[in-house]
């Protein structure tokens, strides 16, 4: 396990950083990710870490853009959870429980991330069920 993930993992409050996932529900540690990846440039700075899902975190990669499908801007920033706020980027929709991204950067990281997918949507459904998301 990483020698940060408490400091990470109390600062992220349980909570992927991206999709917003809780980790209590997993039976399994969160990883502790690159924000802007090592084979970027990243460093082992605590401001560029965050606490990551298996999923979001495979499916960001070494990536730091991804394409917003509404403008179709292939190279929008990628949300960054030490210098943005999540409710700025992303909103619930509770009925389909998709995570919505708001603005270019909140829609490439959902298309990136593939937040969405029915296996994620139907975990989200449970969560919100059960009051533990978002």
Same mark, same amino acid.
């Given at each position: 396990?990483? +020698? *940060? ?6 600062? /992220?409050? !349980?909570?992927?950083?991206?999709? =917003?996932? +809780? $980790? ?9 990710? =690159? ?5 970027? !440039? ?12 298996? /999923? ?13 499908? $509404? ?5 929008? +920033?990628?949300?960054?959870? #030490?210098?943005?706020?999540?409710? $700025?980027?992303? #909103?619930?929709?509770? $009925? ?9 950067? !909140? #829609? /490439?990281?959902?298309? *990136? ?5 029915? *296996?994620?949507?139907?975990? #989200? ?10």
């Amino acid at each position: 396990m990483n +020698p *940060r993930y408490s400091l990470v993992a109390g600062r /992220a409050a !349980g909570r992927c950083e991206y999709c =917003h996932a +809780p $980790e209590a529900v997993f039976n399994f540690a969160f990883q502790v990710e =690159h924000i802007l990846p090592q084979s970027r !440039g990243g460093g082992d700075q605590d401001d560029n870490l965050a606490l990551a899902c298996s /999923a979001c975190n495979l499916y960001k990669g070494d990536a730091t853009t991804g394409r917003d499908e $509404e403008d179709q801007q292939t190279d929008a +920033p990628l949300f960054h959870p #030490r210098e943005q706020r999540w409710d $700025e980027h992303f #909103r619930v929709d509770r $009925e389909t429980a998709e995570v919505v991204g708001l603005t270019a950067t !909140g #829609r /490439a990281t959902v298309s *990136r991330l593939q937040m969405n997918t029915p *296996r994620q949507r139907a975990a #989200r459904t449970r969560w919100i069920q059960l009051g533990l998301f978002p």
